[in-house]
């Protein structure tokens, strides 16, 4: 669809709020840039109020966000601050950099919860390969459950103490009680493996306790403790390596994101600024509104425009009970042709743009009707240079008429390629002839080569018909399409039988009252497509009920007569067409016979005066068949795109996006009218 229709440009409802003193300024340059569609706007709503303190909480937990992350740096860090900064997309920058960082933290604490686990593991397992060091000499060919060891009978525990204390532990033992092995740790410490009797154990779990000793916690694993020892060391080593990396990539990390930090910082500063000033507007009453909407694609701009006069403003985007206008969006050779959409209606918001298929329509119709090269080129000359200097238009600057401008002009173009295909050329024609070839009105026994016969009223008038046809079915399956996306069902039954309907009905009526075939049709294959006719007919009248409740019952015959009036209604190509090459081809040959009559009735000077009057006469009557013809042209080309091909799916009831714009045009125009005395 995007060939032959276009969807308008997408819209955003905003709503600038700014301090009461920066109004006009911010007016004034949102007029100059021409970007929003404004609506009418009472107090300040709640909503917007609400707003602005939900941008303070965001900046607040963004420099809650950073103060955690600069607490990582345990040094403070100078970062040169290379990014630029847009003011114009602040609102947006703090919402990423928030998410930003929010991440970075949470990564952070990732890495910071794993060096301290790391940490931790590796303090524990160094703890005990220091304990394992001594005991290693006395016990290495024990197993590593006996140094806490809890049997029917005897127990073991090994503990570790400050040496001082060590002397009075020991004679306050029970007598059962003895120390197996016993060695100096340094550090003011030594361990100790103790051996004893169940019977006193709790005893001697008191005097630990009164000694202030710790019992070395050891896995109570069957295997030596010489390999338990090698074996710490290895994952010792491993560990370390492991917390070297991840101390790395936090380093690493950290180095990354500085500069980010310090981007962030700036705009939570500035952010924070803008926000507060306006909060501080709005406390005193001294903030003020500006609402409408602006084009999507625009919205940078709107941010950057506000920018240059002000920093203090926050626009919020929000939906919008408003209807919304409608901003059209074609390609630039397109654009003239919105001039004919909107005088049959604005489309609206969300209904297609009906502006390309109208521009090849009227080409194509335009030219068809004013098929003359010379007039085509004619045309062009006197819109672009002529027109203006003839008082007939009062203001030849206005934008109404530089577009009717710019659309004349490509009609002239289509006339002109549609003349050369024609072999028309204001009335007279390239010809063959029994004596060769010439440059005469086409009639005769002469060939006119030529890819559109135009010349031959009955191929002119089949030509006509087809254009119509296909112009007909081409509405039907626009509606067709939108009766599929509006899921309307009623819409879509009734085109579908439309089609259906044609495509066996008119072979079978050309066959059944024309006894004319589009291809050998037999009885049987006949009744087939009778059957079909009568399968799209009945879809039409229960497609048209469904849409239209009880008078579709009448309404459907509309459906299907109005399909061949409307198709019969192209014929009017071919009227005018004819039409403007006959006046031409008249009005030359009158102008020629003029001539010879003058220099039949005196000799010499007959000859001059008849080739000025003829010439007089020619430009006239040309003038006058152009004039018509680029008048009769243009209102039929309406007439067929307004009446036998929107309606059929095409509304226009939207209203067109008008920005608020400052128009300083180089020309007005005064006066004209009596003065009164």
């Known amino acids: 669809m995007g060939i032959l229709l276009s969807t308008p440009e997408k819209v955003t409802y905003v709503r600038i709020l700014l301090p009461k003193d920066m109004k006009d300024v911010a007016i004034a340059s949102l007029q100059e840039a021409g970007l929003i569609h404004i609506e009418p706007l009472g107090k300040i709503p709640d909503e917007d109020k609400k707003a602005l303190y939900n941008e303070r909480t965001l900046v607040q937990e963004l420099d809650n966000v950073l103060k955690t992350l600069e607490s990582f740096y345990e040094v403070p860090k100078d970062i040169e601050l290379k990014a630029e900064i847009s003011l114009a997309t602040l609102p947006q920058t703090v919402r990423n950099l928030l998410n930003e960082h929010k991440k970075n933290y949470s990564t952070l604490s990732t890495l910071l919860n794993n060096q301290e686990r790391l940490n931790e593991e590796l303090s524990s397992i160094r703890k005990q390969l220091k304990y394992l060091t001594y005991l290693l000499p006395i016990m290495g060919d024990n197993l590593l459950r006996d140094l806490n060891y809890e049997g029917r009978i005897i ?131 001294y903030l003020i509104g500006i609402e409408g909407w602006v084009p999507e694609p625009e919205m940078q701009a709107l941010e950057e425009t506000l920018m240059r006069v002000t920093k203090t403003y926050f626009i919020s985007q929000m939906k919008s009970e408003k209807r919304p206008p409608t901003k059209l969006k074609n390609k630039k050779p397109v654009r003239p042709f919105e001039l004919i959409t909107k005088l049959y209606g604005v489309p609206s918001y969300r209904e297609w743009d009906p502006t390309p298929v109208i521009m090849y329509s009227f080409m194509v119709f335009f030219g068809t009707m004013f098929a003359d090269a010379v007039y085509g080129i004619l045309t062009f000359i006197l819109v672009k240079y002529v027109l203006e200097k003839t008082g007939l238009v009062d203001n030849p600057y206005s934008e109404g008429y530089q577009t009717l401008k710019k659309l004349l002009l490509t009609l002239s173009i289509s006339s002109t390629v549609f003349g050369v295909l024609s072999n028309t050329f204001a009335g007279f024609s390239i010809v063959r002839t029994s004596t060769g070839w010439t440059f005469a009105p086409a009639g005769g026994n002469a060939f006119v080569p030529s890819l559109l016969a135009f010349t031959d009223p009955i191929w002119f008038l089949k030509y006509a018909l087809v254009v119509g046809l296909l112009h007909i079915n081409l509405s039907h399956a626009i509606s067709l399409v939108r009766g599929i996306k509006d899921k309307d069902l009623g819409r879509t039954i009734t085109e579908a039988g439309i089609f259906i309907g044609e495509l066996f009905g008119i072979p079978y009526l050309l066959h059944s009252i024309l006894h004319y075939d589009l291809f050998p049709l037999s009885s049987s294959l006949a009744s087939v497509f009778l059957y079909g006719s009568l399968g799209g007919l009945f879809l039409i009248i229960a497609g048209t009920v469904k849409s239209s409740g009880g008078p579709g019952v009448i309404l459907w015959l509309f459906s299907v007569t109005g399909l061949l009036g409307d198709v019969l209604s192209y014929s ?67 007439r067929l795109c307004f009446v036998e091909f929107l309606p059929k799916w095409y509304e226009g009831d939207g209203r067109e996006f008008n920005p608020l714009k400052a128009v300083l045009p180089k020309h007005i125009i005064i006066g004209g009218g009596s003065a009164k005395t």
Not at 165 to 178: A, E, I, W, Y
Not at 213 to 226: A, C, F, G, Q, W
Not at 591 to 605: D, K, L, V
Not at 612 to 635: E, K, R, W, Y
């Open 155 to 285: 127990y073991s525990i090994t503990v570790i103490g400050k040496t001082s204390l060590f002397p009075s532990f020991t004679q306050s033992l029970p007598p059962d009680v003895k120390i197996y092995a016993e060695s100096n740790v340094g550090d003011g410490e030594t361990i100790a493996v103790i051996v004893g009797l169940h019977p006193s154990k709790d005893r001697v779990l008191q005097l630990i306790h009164k000694f202030k000793m710790e019992i070395v916690r050891l896995p109570p694993l069957s295997k030596p403790l010489k390999e338990y020892f090698n074996e710490l060391k290895e994952k010792e080593e491993n560990i370390a390596k492991e917390l070297k990396e991840a101390k790395e990539t936090f380093s690493s990390l950290l180095n990354i994101i500085a500069p980010d930090i310090a981007l962030a910082k700036v705009i939570r500063d500035i952010y924070r600024d803008r926000i507060d000033a306006l909060l501080n507007a709005l406390a005193g009453d």
């Open 572 to 638: 009017r190509l071919a009227g005018l067409g004819l039409a403007t090459y006959m006046m031409a081809r008249s009005f030359n040959s009158l102008s020629i016979s003029i001539a010879q009559s003058m220099e039949g009735m005196i000799p010499i000077i007959g000859l001059a005066a008849g080739v000025i009057v003829a010439g007089f006469v020619m430009l006239i009557m040309n003038l006058i068949t152009i004039i018509f013809g680029v008048i009769g042209a243009f209102v039929h080309s309406l």
